[in-house]
């Protein structure tokens, strides 16, 4: 198949033959969206879950200003500057406590790569046997080759299967059935040669917005740390708030050994990652050996701009009220998602701090696959940026949406039961 589209441009998880224009985005401000032509979108998914506090946030903007004007990029190895040291320290106030080091990227992915490496560095430093992961299925850690490999396989990853390694892949903690993955974490640890579980604290993401307790979270924790292996939480989209907490992490009252960051880093205005690492992992990296070096890079590493507006976005959170927005949002949310809980067209109607999700019971004839699209064309039509995963529709937008946005929201997804089903 060909495509006469005009545009050289190629877009991420986009099949050109069926979407073949994509919206034309002129402006953002808030939880708002602007066309050329001066039409209003809602921006109901923080463009991809990164934008926390609006778009345009004036002392995120500010900042990124201020510095273009003093440094623009610097190589990282060997040199360092003012944003990257300071951001760096305070994450280390903000992350659960225990996490003392902070490697940059540039994406949530790369923060993952970094992490695994991490991990398996560690072990080879140390002289432990340990090189195996585990992850949960229906996870999602992003779309590198190492990421790719940690998260679920499907049809998104059919093409790729060659490259990637295998993980221990451990159930899913369904709400009545927490001591199946319990059990499994055990099996595989006994084994001795686990390097790392590597987990998305409270809600798996792309994998279809699931939900787990806290409880089973710190359980899960727990059973891998007693055979000795590291814990990475994957808070790329769990970060910054999202769930309710700075960190999901704290919620449950974990300290990974590893954590990696990225989506509301710089509060979604440029791209950044960081690896924050225990004392433990950077010590076994510290040798005067050189072949115990950590061996990582990016040209883009901790780029100055990139650390003030994550620099910023801390300034945001110390200087602003957003755990008071946040609360008045978890509270929003619940209102909204309410009445769904007794609609016979929704079906595990469910919210983790300021995210929402409910599926859409649609008739079980291979249909499901096609719903998705279907849906995502309604809402566009109805000037709403959602983008359900197959029929489960989730709502996590910035923390400054207005509340006729939210109600026109979920009026949507009403009506959008009537539409498509
Ligand atoms: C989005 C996401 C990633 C990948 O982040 P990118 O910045 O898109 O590479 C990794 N892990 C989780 C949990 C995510 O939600």
């Not at 099949?15 to 050329?36: F, K």
């Not at 610097?74 to 040199?79: C, L, P």
């Not at 059919?158 to 159930?171: D, G, H, K, Q, S």
């Not at 994957?234 to 990974?256: N, Y």
Request: glycine share 8%; aromatic share 8%.
């Amino acid at each position: 198949m060909t495509s006469d589209r005009g545009s050289p441009v190629w877009h991420p998880f986009t099949q050109h033959a069926l979407q073949p224009e994509a919206t034309m985005i002129a402006r953002g401000a808030g939880a708002v969206l602007e066309t050329p032509d001066g039409r209003r979108i809602i921006d109901a998914i923080s463009s991809w879950w990164v934008v926390t506090h609006g778009h345009r946030h004036p002392t995120i903007v500010e900042a990124i200003h201020r510095q273009i004007d003093i440094l623009d990029q610097v190589i990282f190895a060997g040199f360092t500057h003012e944003p990257a040291e300071e951001l760096a320290a305070r994450l280390i106030q903000l992350a659960p406590a225990g996490l003392a080091h902070v490697f940059y990227s540039d994406s949530g992915s790369t923060a993952v790569e970094v992490a695994i490496k991490m991990a398996l560095g560690y072990w080879h430093n140390t002289g432990g046997k340990r090189h195996r992961i585990l992850a949960l299925e229906h996870a999602y850690h992003g779309d590198t080759v190492g990421a790719m490999s940690a998260g679920a396989r499907g049809v998104f990853t059919e093409a790729y299967a060659p490259l990637l390694f295998e993980v221990v892949r451990v159930p899913f903690p369904s709400a009545d059935d927490a001591q199946s993955t319990l059990d499994a974490i055990e099996a595989a640890c006994a084994a001795g040669d686990v390097a790392a579980l590597l987990v998305e604290p409270l809600i798996l993401g792309a994998g279809g917005m699931r939900i787990y307790s806290a409880e089973t979270l710190a359980e899960m924790v727990r059973v891998a740390r007693h055979h000795g292996a590291l814990v990475i939480a994957d808070e790329v989209m769990t970060g910054w708030g999202r769930t309710g907490a700075l960190f999901a992490s704290t919620q449950a009252g974990i300290t990974p050994d590893i954590l990696c960051t990225a989506k509301g880093l710089t509060g979604g205005s440029i791209p950044l990652a960081a690896t924050l690492a225990t004392a433990a992992i950077f010590d076994a990296h510290v040798s005067s050996d050189r072949r115990r070096t950590f061996f990582h890079s990016s040209s883009y590493t901790a780029n100055p701009i990139a650390c003030a507006a994550g620099l910023a976005n801390c300034n945001v959170w110390r200087e602003e009220p957003v755990m008071e927005r946040i609360d008045l949002l978890q509270t929003a949310q619940e209102a909204h998602i309410a009445p769904f809980r007794d609609d016979a067209d929704f079906a595990n109607v469910r919210r983790i701090g300021t995210i929402t999700a409910l599926d859409l019971v649609v008739p079980d004839n291979g249909y499901l696959a096609e719903i998705g699209p279907k849906l995502y064309a309604f809402f566009a039509n109805r000037d709403v940026l959602l983008r359900p995963l197959g029929n489960t529709i989730y709502v996590m937008p910035p923390y400054c949406i207005e509340d006729d946005d939210l109600d026109h929201i979920y009026r949507t997804i009403r009506d959008a039961a009537d539409a498509c089903i």
